[in-house]
Nanobody
Framework: QVQLEESGGGLVQAGGSLRLSCAAS????????MGWFRQAPGKEREPVAI????????FYADSVRGRFTISRDNAKNTVYLQMNSLKPEDTAVYYC?????????????????WGQGTQVTVSS
């Protein structure tokens, strides 16, 4: 069994920054694509940023492009999300996701493993 554990969420004022981390542990597996999704109250889970196994390919939602940066350290089985210039509309529970394949999909169904989520709240 593979576990994903997020950390780094919290409360921040608009314009501030946060860095989320997601560490994979458990049964040894070769993680393919990894990504971050978020879900605000009353809304569907949406993709935020996705990164390929090598880190050479990335995807960003239009709403975060230029403000957020996704990266990964395969030696540590960890993916990061640096969030700058945060806005109140970024408030949501952020979920880490991983899949054994390297398919860059924005669909939540395309991921085998999920973290429990970490709350990010941006005050105005």
């Amino acid at each position: 069994q593979v576990q994903l554990e997020e950390s780094g969420g919290g409360l921040v004022q608009a314009g501030g920054s946060l860095r989320l981390s997601c560490a994979a542990s458990g049964r040894t597996f070769s993680s393919g694509v990894m990504g971050w999704f978020r879900q605000a109250p009353g809304k569907e889970r949406e993709p935020v940023a996705i990164i390929s196994r090598s880190g050479g390919n990335t995807f960003y939602a239009d709403s975060v492009r230029g403000r957020f940066t996704i990266s990964r350290d395969n030696a540590k089985n960890t993916v990061y999300l640096q969030m700058n210039s945060l806005k109140p509309e970024d408030t949501a529970v952020y979920y880490c996701a991983a899949d054994r394949t390297n398919v860059m999909t924005v669909t939540p169904r395309g991921y085998d493993y999920w973290g429990q989520g970490t709350q990010v709240t941006v005050s105005s």
